[in-house]
């Protein structure tokens, strides 16, 4: 027999799903006016999934008459992977026409929501990302700069497949963003390429493409899962790893606490930085671009040895 607990979170989400959907439908309702009309002054509302996809979004849509951006996961400071739906963000759900995802199954935690939103658009930022590796199943691309600016320019190309109106005005401001991560990929490679320490300890595996354009080798990561504590017996598995292929630096993320670092930093005597993957920050267009410089600082002084 289903107890009174279960039956009650059972009402709860049925509920919320029935309204929800009633929602989705007059917003689906509302995009495809708004394509009949062919017009610049209906207004469409795009959503994103979380935080480095909303800075490239504001971009894209940057000075746009009508066109609105909101970020799905504004108020969380985790990791993506651990994102989970709330009333506030199936609203915003319901009240959008476009949903722009990193992909490579990065929000999984989406897929069950939006079949209750049949008529919502799904962009998908990772759909003409070219350094795939069918062996490695990482979808942080964002921190690579050049991963940046394949979703950039594939945001903008979909946004106007399904707005063609603004079309030329997606495309226009995604070419001035791309010349601005362009420049800071240069700048990045003139300053990292160079430095003598090549090895590096990442808290998780958010870092993988960004090491692979940098030619950094990550020798391990600190947490499997970003959000659950290494055992002991991984922690001294880390620790011998570390002196065993004399890592110096070991970079931990800013929304993790560090006390495992901190223990793995006593042991080996490696040095602990603060390298941010930007799944959080503020609600600014040069946001990523302001991360990322900070980042090189902070490579420049770690791998200066």
């Known amino acids: 027999m289903m107890n009174i607990g279960k039956l009650k979170t059972l009402i709860f989400f049925s509920v919320l799903f029935f309204i929800f959907s009633f929602w989705s439908s007059a917003c689906g309702n509302a995009f495809k006016e708004n394509k009949n009309n062919n017009s610049s002054q209906t207004s469409i509302k795009i959503i994103t999934s979380f935080y480095p996809i909303y800075i490239m979004v504001l971009n894209i849509a940057k000075d746009i ?166 055992s002991a017996e991984e922690v001294a598995s880390l620790i011998q790893t570390i002196r065993k292929k004399n890592v110096h630096n070991i970079f931990i993320e800013p929304q993790f606490p560090a006390r495992t670092a901190e223990t793995i930093m006593r042991e080996t005597e490696a040095d602990i930085f603060m390298l941010d993957p930007v799944e959080n920050g503020q609600d600014n267009p040069d946001a990523y671009l302001e991360i990322m410089n900070k980042n090189l600082e902070v490579l420049k002084k770690a791998l200066a040895k």
């Open 65 to 230: 008459p009508n066109v609105s951006v909101e970020n799905l996961a504004a108020e969380y400071s985790g990791c993506p992977h651990d994102f989970q739906l709330t009333t506030e963000s199936m609203r915003k759900l319901s009240t959008a026409q476009i949903l722009v995802i990193n992909g490579l199954g990065l929000e999984t935690f989406l897929e069950p929501a939006i079949k209750g939103f049949p008529e919502l658009k799904i962009i998908d930022s990772s759909k003409n990302f070219t350094d795939r590796d069918s062996e490695i199943n990482n979808p942080h691309i964002w921190t690579s700069i050049t991963g940046a600016i394949e979703q950039t320019k594939s945001i903008a190309d979909q946004l106007g497949a399904l707005d063609p109106i603004r079309a030329d005005a997606y495309k226009a401001n995604s070419i001035l963003y791309i010349q601005k991560l362009e420049a800071l990929k240069t700048k990045m490679h003139s300053e990292i390429d160079s430095l003598p320490d090549r090895k590096i300890v990442t808290f998780h595996d958010a870092f993988y493409w960004f090491a692979k354009e940098f030619s950094l080798e990550v020798i391990a990561v600190v947490r499997k899962e970003p959000e659950e504590e290494p």
